[in-house]
């Protein structure tokens, strides 16, 4: 069984930096593809970035330019760098495994607890 465990949010300032990790186990992290998303109050959970086995990243143009993804296959955990931050960046963000289908990263495994970024005016 996939487990999840994201840590590193918290309150910073509009134009700050945060980086997010999430520790995995229970998969064979190297092989899959690994992935991070948000949710705001009120609306979906939305895909922020992701990361393919081989490395290849995919980003919204929401956050691209702004977040980045990466991974440590030694560490099973996958990182989220995020700078430049706006209020509208506010969210619970979950990391996940992902299946790909076409172009869309599906995430298969059991969500963790997220870890809450909150970015002020």
């Known amino acids: 069984q996939v487990q999840l465990v994201e840590s590193g949010g918290g309150l910073v300032q509009a134009g700050g930096s945060l980086r997010l990790s999430c520790a995995t186990s229970g998969i064979i992290f190297k092989s899959n593809a690994m992935a991070w998303y948000r949710q705001a109050p009120g609306k979906q959970r939305e895909l922020v970035a992701a990361i393919t086995s081989g490395g290849r990243t995919t980003y919204p143009d929401s956050v691209k330019g702004r977040f980045t993804i990466s991974r440590d296959n030694d560490k099973n955990t996958v990182y989220l760098q995020m700078s430049s931050l706006k209020p509208e960046d506010t969210a619970v963000y979950y990391c996940?495994?992902?299946?790909?289908?076409?172009?869309?990263?599906?995430?298969?495994?059991?969500w963790g607890q997220g870890t809450q970024v909150t970015v002020s005016s």
């Open positions: 996940n495994a992902a299946f790909i289908i076409g172009d869309t990263f599906v995430p298969f495994g059991s």
